[in-house]
């Protein structure tokens, strides 16, 4: 790279940055990389520093020593979560979003790409701090939501299908009950596709009685691996407390209550928003 | 927002700009919320785009007028992208990835943040002068290479399911022959899920004779909607050309030969790369 003058470098060390999410960058391949002393590079971080933590961007974790760097972590401030979901839980009050079985329309929500940028930075928030090597969901739809969490973490995703009919070599296939409609279903995951000792974070879309997370904790199990976290996007609250499979999970909007009569809803933050760090 | 200085304001500008790809945002608005004069902004935009358009990050375009503005479109310079996809080939063509039926593992490379990006980023480059509503895309693989092709163009992502159990409304089903094994699939969309008219780019993992990718076609047609282009990862060349179903399309690697006994495959660069316009 061509030596950049202080503006241009500024605009660059921004883009590095925000493209390389929670992974540590040495001093000396800043320096390297824009010809600069290590002085003026951490001149600049300061000031990218103050700008991505004043308008909630994300930490900048600067670690001293030989070993030592800079590592961006995208956070989301809870005011700014809080607004996005309160937004998203009036949309999904809409009525025509009622399904059969009580479940909710939201695959237009989720084929919105800002918003699941959203969605991914309020669960990197909500697991920043948690030592996670991989994201699994079980298709389809918790799909995105486990990618754009991906995305603000630097880790990768592992898709657990719900066939065994899976075209990647050998596989391990479950049997588990939904936990609200009781039935019995399988779910397979590719004997290469984790490794073991993995720890995993598992992202859905919509929990009820909690069978399917239970399921791929089940699944985990058969690979040796541990749950590092359970996040999803919205809990049915309507469920009995003795019926919940899970108790230890991250959700970020709660169906509280649906009449399927009069096809009304009430959707409000979910237990995300009521943690006491928050 | 607090009135930042200058070196501040061009931090914040920068990722302003990267978290809103394609969307035109006026001086006025840039002017009104760093408190600063035009003037003082477009110098800013002209170091942001000296900077964008060197380091190969994207293309910040300029318009005039009183609904002028600036709009940031991420592109991929040919020569990175032949780099990347040069890095792909070599990985895929790892003997372990040959699976039954000449179809490759490649679900661990569809797991990688940093690549999936990076490949949305191409599949956003060849099509970023097409008129694109919306990316279609059918489950299960190609979904994370049809969100990051979202993510970097701005537009919605709608999913066709493989089976018509979809819990989304009523919905559109048609068969299709999947081209290379003759056998008849069902695929379906629901009806809300796509507007009547949209012009839509379909996304996929991996085409051998376009069986799928015809039957995504099909059910467009279903909803008045038309084909702005088609984009996969890897084609399968093996297909004799009269067995291909279809002809106009993007594929950014080209899985030439497989002999299955030895488990040797070639795989090169798709035909992205030998366009005259590259």
Request: aromatic share 6%; charged share 20%; hydrophobic share 45%.
């Amino acid at each position: 790279m061509k030596k950049l003058k202080r503006s241009s470098r500024l605009v660059e060390m921004t883009q590095y940055l925000l493209a390389r999410p929670h992974t540590l960058i040495s001093l000396t391949a800043f320096a390297e990389r824009y010809q600069s002393a290590k002085s003026s590079i951490s001149e600049d971080l300061a000031i990218i520093k103050e700008v991505f933590e004043e308008e909630g961007i994300g930490q900048l974790h600067t670690l001293a020593g030989a070993a030592g760097g800079v590592k961006f972590k995208p956070m989301m401030p809870v005011a700014t979560s809080l607004a996005i979901i309160n937004e998203v839980c009036q949309t999904l009050q809409q009525p025509d979003r009622v399904l059969p079985g009580g479940y909710l329309y939201m695959t237009d929500m989720l084929g919105q790409p800002k918003l699941l940028a959203d969605i991914g930075k309020m669960f990197a928030t909500a697991f920043a701090e948690s030592q996670i090597d991989i994201i699994m969901t079980v298709e389809t739809k918790g799909i995105p939501l486990a990618y754009a969490t991906a995305a603000c973490m630097n880790i990768p995703v592992v898709i657990v299908r719900r066939d065994n009919k899976v075209t990647e070599g050998s596989a391990v296939s479950i049997n588990y009950v939904s936990g609200s409609t009781k039935r019995i279903q399988t779910m397979s995951l590719a004997r290469r596709a984790l490794k073991e000792r993995s720890r995993v974070l598992i992202i859905d879309d919509f929990m009820k009685a909690g069978g399917t997370i239970q399921g791929m904790m089940d699944l985990l199990h058969e690979f040796n691996a541990t749950v590092a976290g359970v996040g999803v996007l919205v809990e049915s609250g309507e469920v009995e407390n003795e019926e919940r499979l899970l108790t230890d999970y991250v959700s970020l909007a709660n169906l509280i209550a649906v009449d399927m009569k009069t096809k009304q809803m009430e959707v409000v933050p979910g237990n995300y928003f009521a943690m006491p760090t928050n």
